[in-house]
């Protein structure tokens, strides 16, 4: 059998290196552009499921596996019918199972939202037709407009990011996720207005008390300002559970993959595009492609969402529907919050539960709350705890006596 995995990314590297340890009489190549290679380290186990994890590089010489194959090239096209992948530098890779571990694409400003000072919006009506000699200072302007907005996706845009930031008085940041909310944190010395479409920060991880919670600690260090903005579609290759896209032979992990399941396949889970995310992706692909993920059990991965981060110096823990998420159908009265902030000596820290007809369905813990366990079985245990109303998070209920 002959295994292709393309991008060397978290997602790439996880699923090649467990195809390796899988297959060992198989040949497994990972197409990657660079030769620097993409992996996560565990930096805490907090529990079961919940683990801090730190992005490391690591060079193709440090994978054991001597049925590993690194063809550094440019995945181009891919030849569905004769099994091929098209390389960049002109050759073909046969394969029997592909898998695509690409990752995503900064959502870029389209040029239609650049104007010339001076230039109708677009959909607008001109006042009068630019001359020639007109018309290129304003391309010029464009261009030198184009060039003042940058995206982030790795090391190499970071690294433009910061050079230009040494050089910048004022900074607007478009977005309203976790890498907008940590790069607004990090910006020092510089006017900043931050731009989102939504009512509050953090959209994608919080709701607005938990946001609140967060932009309190924010204007401790800075002021913001917030304004309305657009947004795009998700663009991935769309897998089923088995991270099989509509062509059988290939597959595909990681932020390029596209898992729109129903609720009844991943409960407490859903599709966020996290480094965790990427790793339970490839090495649950390697497992589907080499036809194990029965016996293996990797598919719990996706029982429970969990993600484990640090915004503005305090940990931050997602669990399971912590926001709501696929609970839109349900009836209001069926949904409840209950939250409560706690003032330490050593912080402030903040936990928030989600519940739906007394079922624990998600929490937001931030700073150091010690419940991460508990609400961690509360979720997938499912017991019903709707008793203790909002007296759930009372410091003196011993939440641990309910699974006695
Ligand atoms: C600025 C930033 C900060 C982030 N911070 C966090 C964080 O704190 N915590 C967290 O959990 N997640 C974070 N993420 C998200 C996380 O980085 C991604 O979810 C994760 O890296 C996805 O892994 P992946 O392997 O799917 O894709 P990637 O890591 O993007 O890897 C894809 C690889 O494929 C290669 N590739 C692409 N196209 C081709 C091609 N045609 N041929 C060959 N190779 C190709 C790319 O060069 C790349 O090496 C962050 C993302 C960004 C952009």
């Known amino acids: 059998m002959r295994f292709v995995v393309v991008g060397g990314g978290v997602a790439g590297v996880c699923c090649a290196e467990e195809l390796c340890r899988l297959r060992p009489q198989d040949e497994v190549t990972l197409v990657s552009a660079s030769r620097v290679l993409k992996g996560v380290s565990v930096v805490a186990r907090l529990s079961r499921n919940l683990e801090e994890l730190a992005l490391v590089e690591r060079r193709l010489d440090e994978l054991p596996y001597s049925n590993l194959r690194l063809v550094q090239d440019v995945a181009a096209g891919i030849d569905t019918e004769g099994q091929a992948l098209l390389l960049g530098g002109g050759g073909r890779l046969p394969y029997d199972k592909l898998c695509i571990c690409a990752g995503a694409r900064p959502k870029e400003l389209p040029p239609s939202v650049f104007h010339a000072s001076g230039e109708q919006p677009a959909g607008g009506v001109p006042t009068q037709q630019a001359p020639q000699a007109q018309q290129a200072d304003r391309d010029a302007e464009l261009a030198a407009l184009r060039q003042r907005v940058l995206t982030i996706r790795d090391t190499d845009s970071v690294a433009r990011l910061a050079a230009r930031l040494r050089r910048s008085r ?156 696929r609970l839109g159908g349900e009836a209001e009265q069926d949904v409840v919050t209950y939250s409560r902030i706690d003032e330490e000596p050593e912080g402030r820290s903040f936990v928030r539960v989600l519940l739906l007809r007394g079922r624990v369905q998600g929490a937001v813990l931030i700073g150091e709350t010690d419940l991460d366990e508990t609400l961690e079985n509360l979720i997938m245990d499912q017991l019903d705890v709707g008793s203790y109303g909002p007296h759930l998070l009372d410091p003196d209920v011993e939440l641990d006596h309910v699974f006695d």
């Open 170 to 325: 004022r900074v607007v940041v478009v977005g309203n996720g976790g890498i907008a909310l940590e790069l607004i944190s990090g910006l020092k010395g510089a006017d900043v207005t931050w731009v989102m479409k939504h009512a509050h920060i953090g959209d994608a991880y919080f709701d607005l008390d938990a946001a609140q919670f967060l932009l309190e600690e924010l204007q401790h260090q800075r002021r913001v300002a917030a304004a309305a903005a657009a947004a795009a579609a998700d663009g991935g290759l769309r897998v089923n559970r088995q991270m099989q896209s509509s062509d059988p032979a290939i597959y595909a992990a990681g932020d390029s993959a596209s898992c729109q399941w129903a609720a009844d396949e991943s409960r407490h889970w859903f599709q966020m595009r996290l480094w965790s995310q990427a790793r339970a992706m490839g090495v649950y692909a390697a497992h589907c492609m080499a036809g194990v993920q029965d016996q293996t059990g990797s598919d719990m991965a996706f029982e429970l969402f969990t993600h484990v981060t640090r915004f503005l110096g305090k940990k931050v823990v997602l669990l399971g529907l912590y926001n709501g998420q």
